[in-house]
């Protein structure tokens, strides 16, 4: 059995068997209208696993963050704690809010031509990404519920490092590289962590380190030629 599949099994049998004591012990309790009220939960707590992962790993924490804001703004709409006076101004003042964070980030963010980070977040679609580590050293590449190919590109000249951070939430990540690269992969899924090393051919060749957090995703890794690592 995967890792994968072990943590999804344990989380369905502990969830089943917390439901049916709650049944037994409480059986006035009305289940599904309990479920359809507090599932947002769920992505809080993804989340906050992430925020746990990512912070040992230095590694940005967008995506966490706003998978538990995307859980805390569903709670408001499950459990209607809001009066009724309120009630019509909530969408429209959350848009407002996240307008102007938006215009606040672009505003203090350094105005940096080539900062030599590439970044790319996306959810609930397949995505091909190039990436040459001569002309960005760091990627950071964040997939929700979606499917990603990161190809890293051979490089030339004088780039000895390079630094890949992935977030991954479902779906699965595949990371395909040259013989060139030397690479260092530490993966972190739901509480543990795998570090592997992959030498270059011929020896001596750029280091690349490839962080990787999944939470109930694959993350998987390979050579152009084929030959899968991992």
């Known amino acids: 059995m995967t890792g994968h599949l ?30 359809l009220r507090w599932w947002p939960i769920v992505l809080i707590g993804l989340g ?3 925020i746990l992962n990512l912070v ?9 963050l706003g ?22 101004i909530f969408v429209p003042l959350l848009l407002l809010l996240s307008g102007l964070a938006l215009l606040a980030q672009g505003a203090l963010s350094p105005r940096v031509k080539n900062s030599g980070v590439k970044r790319k977040t996306f959810a609930f679609s397949g995505k091909f990404i190039q990436w040459n580590p001569g002309d960005e050293p760091l990627a950071i590449v964040q997939s929700l519920f979606s499917g990603c190919i990161i190809e890293v590109s051979s490089t030339s000249g004088d780039l000895k490092d390079a630094r890949l951070e992935v ?21 972190r899924n739901s509480g543990q962590s795998i570090e592997q090393s992959f030498a270059s051919s011929p020896p001596g060749g750029p280091r690349l380190k490839v962080v990787a957090l999944s939470l109930g995703a694959a993350i998987r890794t390979a050579r152009l030629n084929g030959q899968v690592l991992d």
Do not use: N, Q
Request: hydrophobic share 60%.
């Open 6 to 35: 072990r943590v999804w099994l344990a989380i369905l049998l502990s969830a089943a068997g917390t439901l049916l004591l709650i049944a037994r012990l409480v059986p006035e309790v009305d289940l599904l209208e309990l479920a």
């Open 167 to 187: 977030t991954a939430l479902a779906g699965s990540v595949e990371i395909r590289f040259s013989d060139m690269w030397t690479v260092d992969l530490a993966t």
């Open 48 to 50: 906050v696993i992430g």
């Open 56 to 64: 040992r790993a230095h590694v940005s924490l967008v995506a966490p």
């Open 67 to 88: 998978v538990i804001g995307l859980g805390g703004i569903l709670l408001v709409f499950t459990l209607d704690p809001l009066p009724d006076d309120y009630k019509p």
